[in-house]
């Protein structure tokens, strides 16, 4: 029986292989294409619990598209549902103290605030949210109209958030007058008082079906601020992408998005503005310029952009009118080839200046998934070296440069994306990303013409093709985000 108990081994995991794939894309969790012990244990409990003898079976089972309740059950055993009240204290601090006070000025005239905790599992992070709303924060938000959504792709999760019981654990770093504040004894539960549901609902939600899409277009510009903490660490690529995508545009603008500590900060920050704040961090949609404590100081090692850092950046010329996309560039990154240095840089340096290698294209993955780690300094330590093997490596001195404006060193950012142009006058990143910068310094002029060039650039090319170190942002999304970060300029002095 194929994919039986007797099955040869290559067979059988040829079957669980092919279970992986379709869970993955049910659910967009490619962490289980690696995790395959967790994966093959939850599958064989379920066939145990259904008396089938074989994977074969169960894979017939989940494919024909009968048996939704047995997705459901498989999606909540695989699922990782570990949650408590309050988790992250530091981000809930950067919450209280900078994030809902700055939205509530905002948003002073509607007096409300919509908050999103996408992936809330039972229901901790939103009941948490709406506890520091109504009692820590009753002085500032007394009197408005807050909805808190949560949402969590499983049945199970969400029938326990619904029904607000929770147990000692649950609450494990809540002082004891806080519990007797918010939580009413249910039996050996805790059961969370109305005034703190008041405004809190759930719904389901599969970051990698229809219904997300849809969530999204009906949801346009309107959460304040959205918590997706620990949910983009099981996705691939370019879900994660599309799921950012979609939490960009649900978004008002100026909102803020809370994510787990171990999400892809590089792709986080091709969208959203890095905000850190006594010892944590977030991000903000839009163009942004809230003043912050001094920047810490260079590590040593730091690499200092060339001379012609400062050098002016021409702005590009206009798009020819009816100018047609090249059709050679559609699939690939931009740019396709390097404008050649001026003439004084190409000359034959010393030789003991030349590297006997050329930095390698991982030697950039490697930084790019330090940072991505919250690795600030190993992520600088990286790119410092392969700017020092090869000066003219511009996307090395783009994710330096990113590194940098998280760390609030917003001038040496700069300078980098500055000399990352002056390389390469076709990197659209780079012009897009010094747009943001001279605007979050205050060099409004500067952050317009950046946005135009980056708009132009990246409607030259075909709108499906990949930019360069976008990590599988397109030209057309990037030009849509350069048209959004400039209208957030328009009034704006100069």
Same mark, same amino acid.
């Given at each position: 029986?194929?994919?039986?108990?007797?099955?040869?081994?290559?067979?059988?995991?040829?079957?669980?292989?092919?279970?992986?794939?379709?869970?993955?894309?049910?659910?967009?969790?490619?962490?289980?294409?690696?995790?395959?012990?967790?994966?093959?244990?939850? +599958? #064989?409990? %379920?066939?145990?619990?259904?008396? =089938? &003898?074989?994977? @074969? $079976?169960?894979?017939?089972?989940? *494919?024909?598209?009968?048996?939704?309740?047995?997705?459901?059950?498989?999606?909540?055993?695989?699922?990782?549902?570990?949650?408590?009240?309050?988790?992250?204290?530091?981000?809930?601090?950067?919450?209280?103290?900078?994030?809902?006070?700055?939205? +509530? #000025?905002? %948003?002073?005239?509607?007096?409300? =605030? &919509?908050?999103? @905790? $996408?992936?809330?599992?039972?229901? *901790?992070?939103?009941?948490?949210?709406?506890?520091?709303?109504?009692?820590?924060?009753?002085?500032?938000?007394?009197?408005?109209?807050?909805?808190?959504?949560?949402?969590?792709?499983?049945?199970?999760?969400?029938?326990?958030?619904?029904?607000?019981?929770?147990?000692?654990?649950?609450?494990?770093?809540?002082?004891?007058?806080?519990?007797?504040?918010?939580?009413?004894?249910?039996?050996?539960?805790?059961?969370?008082?109305?005034?703190?549901?008041?405004?809190?609902?759930?719904?389901?939600?599969?970051?990698?079906?229809?219904?997300?899409?849809?969530?999204?277009?009906?949801?346009?510009?309107?959460?304040?601020?959205?918590?997706?903490?620990?949910?983009?660490?099981?996705?691939?690529?370019?879900?994660?992408?599309?799921?950012?995508?979609?939490?960009?545009?649900?978004?008002?603008?100026?909102?803020?998005?809370?994510?787990?500590?171990?999400?892809?900060?590089?792709?986080?920050?091709?969208?959203?503005?890095?905000?850190?704040?006594?010892?944590?961090?977030?991000?903000?949609?839009?163009?942004?310029?809230?003043?912050?404590?001094?920047?810490?100081?260079?590590?040593?090692?730091?690499?200092?952009?060339?001379?012609?850092?400062?050098?002016?950046?021409?702005?590009?010329?206009?798009?020819?009118?009816?100018?047609?996309?090249?059709?050679?560039?559609?699939?690939?990154?931009?740019?396709?080839?390097?404008?050649?240095?001026?003439?004084?840089?190409?000359?034959?340096?010393?030789?003991?200046?030349?590297?006997?290698?050329?930095?390698?294209?991982?030697?950039?993955?490697?930084?790019?998934?330090?940072?991505?780690?919250?690795?600030?300094?190993?992520?600088?330590?990286?790119?410092?070296?392969?700017?020092?093997?090869?000066?003219?490596?511009?996307?090395?001195?783009?994710?330096?440069?990113?590194?940098?404006?998280?760390?609030?060193?917003?001038?040496?950012?700069?300078?980098?994306?500055?000399?990352?142009?002056?390389?390469?006058?076709?990197?659209?990143?780079?012009?897009?990303?010094?747009?943001?910068?001279?605007?979050?310094?205050?060099?409004?002029?500067?952050?317009?013409?950046?946005?135009?060039?980056?708009?132009?650039?990246?409607?030259?090319?075909?709108?499906?093709?990949?930019?360069?170190?976008?990590?599988?942002?397109?030209?057309?999304?990037?030009?849509?985000?350069?048209?959004?970060?400039?209208?957030?300029?328009?009034?704006?002095?100069?």
């Amino acid at each position: 029986m194929t994919g039986g108990l007797n099955a040869l081994p290559a067979e059988r995991e040829t079957v669980l292989t092919s279970l992986r794939d379709l869970f993955v894309e049910r659910t967009g969790m490619s962490y289980y294409m690696e995790n395959h012990g967790g994966f093959e244990r939850v +599958v #064989s409990q %379920r066939m145990k619990t259904l008396g =089938l &003898a074989s994977r @074969s $079976a169960y894979l017939d089972l989940l *494919a024909n598209g009968a048996s939704e309740r047995e997705w459901a059950c498989l999606i909540e055993d695989l699922v990782v549902s570990e949650t408590y009240f309050f988790r992250y204290p530091d981000q809930f601090r950067l919450l209280r103290e900078t994030a809902i006070p700055e939205r +509530v #000025s905002a %948003r002073s005239r509607e007096r409300s =605030l &919509a908050i999103w @905790s $996408a992936g809330c599992a039972t229901g *901790a992070e939103p009941y948490s949210l709406g506890m520091m709303l109504r009692r820590d924060m009753a002085g500032l938000t007394g009197g408005w109209d807050i909805s808190i959504l949560g949402a969590d792709i499983s049945d199970r999760n969400l029938s326990k958030a619904r029904e607000g019981l929770f147990t000692d654990w649950d609450m494990r770093t809540m002082l004891p007058e806080e519990i007797d504040a918010c939580f009413e004894k249910v039996g050996g539960k805790w059961r969370v008082r109305d005034r703190f549901r008041r405004g809190v609902s759930f719904m389901k939600m599969n970051f990698a079906g229809q219904d997300f899409r849809h969530f999204t277009e009906a949801n346009r510009g309107r959460f304040d601020i959205v918590l997706c903490r620990n949910v983009l660490i099981y996705f691939d690529s370019e879900l994660t992408h599309r799921v950012l995508r979609g939490l960009f545009e649900v978004m008002a603008p100026g909102g803020w998005l809370c994510v787990g500590h171990a999400e892809p900060y590089m792709e986080i920050a091709h969208l959203f503005t890095p905000v850190f704040r006594d010892g944590s961090f977030a991000y903000r949609k839009g163009i942004v310029n809230i003043p912050a404590a001094a920047p810490p100081a260079p590590v040593a090692g730091f690499v200092s952009p060339p001379a012609y850092r400062q050098a002016e950046v021409p702005e590009l010329t206009a798009v020819e009118p009816g100018k047609p996309a090249a059709p050679e560039l559609r699939g690939i990154s931009m740019p396709v080839s390097r404008p050649a240095m001026p003439k004084e840089k190409r000359s034959e340096p010393a030789r003991g200046n030349v590297p006997e290698t050329p930095a390698r294209p991982e030697d950039v993955n490697a930084a790019r998934d330090l940072a991505n780690k919250g690795d600030w300094d190993g992520a600088e330590a990286v790119c410092s070296r392969i700017i020092g093997e090869d000066e003219f490596n511009a996307e090395a001195r783009l994710v330096l440069a990113l590194v940098l404006e998280f760390q609030e060193r917003l001038d040496e950012s700069a300078s980098l994306l500055r000399s990352a142009i002056y390389i390469d006058r076709e990197f659209i990143l780079a012009h897009y990303h010094l747009g943001l910068i001279s605007a979050r310094i205050g060099k409004l002029d500067d952050a317009r013409r950046s946005l135009r060039n980056a708009l132009r650039l990246s409607r030259i090319v075909d709108g499906d093709c990949r930019i360069a170190a976008g990590e599988g942002l397109t030209a057309r999304e990037l030009a849509e985000l350069a048209v959004i970060q400039a209208r957030s300029l328009e009034g704006g002095p100069g």
